[in-house]
């Protein structure tokens, strides 16, 4: 998919962490005694692994998404059926061998590869099969959406991180370094291509001149190349439909009165590459403020109240991430608990990265579930309830 050698090894260790939190988590699945109202009756539950976990892994992140998956349902317990991206196999492969060496026994951590042509045919069959008690996929909520339906004929546990639209407020109290190295960082890491990148910029009217100048003056320094150079920050997207998509958007965005500060062309003659677009004077009406882009396009706008800023940022199907800046810690808490996502940065735009122990996952159509924390291991677990009676 193009990410920076950098990326890339910091998404491995990544990828360790959960293997490692999860490995925690296994000692940790409690039950519990419960107080009955009968005095002849004593409550207790445990909980016990799912059953056969099918596990659906996007391309963006082939290490670290493989590992949030599969680590939590191993340390619950069940056996898994993998079924990496397409695009992006061999990491999954690497990952099963590493994992064959560790010792896992055969037959418990199974990878299954498949074409673009028979994608959806697999996806079928895990989600249609009775001996797949568990579905976690990370995708589009398009996909999603289908993937559900076809679960619904076994009545699976189905935990899912969809697509989002992330709303990055910046307001007047911002502090305006912070804010700007965030936004870049938040937006534009592996070319735009993840589910919690911010995808609308929403910046109050007394800052935002001072705000698009750094956000123009960095966004402008990024390189773009061979991700193997120690200085390049982006590489391509992830083929010609990702490539075709984000030039629609930019086109869309300009005939309906944006203008790009930056970018707003390929980057390069040959490949999939795209600058890092900037949109200003963007509305409401645009493409890339109502779908997520998946892309380096940056469309901002600007607001005037607090309310204002929450009506834009809630008014969408999604509700994955969202993120705040304000040096107003009433404002932050305030702005933080009206959000309609599941996970909220509050003066930080990388809310995903190396925090193994906190729950990811989103509301609305971004989702089912959580991922990491101790919340994780719930999606490959049972809770089973046993009355004993005649105790007195």
């Not at 001149?209 to 590489?235: A, C, H, I, R």
Request: proline share 4%; glycine share 10%; charged share 20%.
């Amino acid at each position: 998919m193009g990410k920076p050698l950098k990326d890339a090894l910091g998404e491995v260790n990544y990828a360790a962490e959960f293997v490692d939190w999860f490995s925690g988590e296994a000692r940790r699945v409690y039950g519990d005694v419960i107080q009955s109202a009968d005095p002849k009756k004593r409550i207790l539950t445990i909980k016990q692994p799912a059953g056969v976990a099918a596990t659906i892994t996007p391309w963006n992140f082939p290490f670290a998404m493989v590992t949030r998956k599969v680590a939590p349902a191993l340390a619950a317990g069940c056996t898994v059926v993998l079924k990496p991206a397409e695009d992006t196999p061999l990491c999954a492969l690497a990952l099963c061998k590493l994992a064959e060496e560790a010792g896992i026994p055969p037959g418990v951590l199974n990878c299954v590869t498949t074409s673009h042509e028979n994608v959806s045919s697999v996806g079928k069959v895990l989600c249609k099969s009775h001996l797949v008690r568990v579905l976690s996929f990370t995708g589009s909520s398009h996909t999603g959406k289908i993937l559900l339906n076809q679960c619904s004929n076994s009545v699976k546990k189905v935990s899912m991180e969809l697509g989002g639209n992330a709303p990055f407020i910046v307001f007047n109290s911002a502090n305006l370094e912070l804010a700007v190295n965030a936004a870049v960082a938040c937006k534009f890491r592996s070319s735009g291509q993840t589910c919690v990148c911010a995808n609308r910029f929403l910046v109050q009217d007394g800052i935002y001149d001072k705000f698009m100048d750094g956000f123009s003056s960095q966004v402008n320094q990024l390189k773009m190349g061979d991700g193997t150079e120690d200085d390049v920050k982006m590489g391509p997207l992830i083929n010609a439909r990702a490539l075709k998509k984000i030039s629609n958007m930019v086109e869309d965005a300009k005939g309906k009165g944006g203008h790009a500060i930056t970018g707003g062309e390929k980057g390069q003659p040959e490949g999939w590459f795209y600058k890092p677009t900037i949109i200003g004077d963007a509305t409401t009406e645009m493409i890339c403020m109502n779908e997520e882009s998946f892309g380096p396009v940056a469309p901002v706008i600007r607001f005037q109240t607090e309310e204002e800023a929450l009506d834009i940022s809630n008014n969408t199907n999604y509700g994955l991430a969202g993120y705040i800046f304000t040096e107003n810690i009433q404002q932050a808490w305030r702005v933080s608990e009206q959000l309609e996502v599941g996970m909220v940065g509050i003066n930080e735009g990388l809310i995903t990265y190396q925090v193994s122990e906190a729950p990811l996952g989103g509301i609305k159509e971004s989702g089912l579930g959580r991922e990491g924390s101790k919340y994780g291991m719930d999606e490959y677990l049972e809770v089973k309830y046993m009355c004993m009676g005649n105790m007195s």
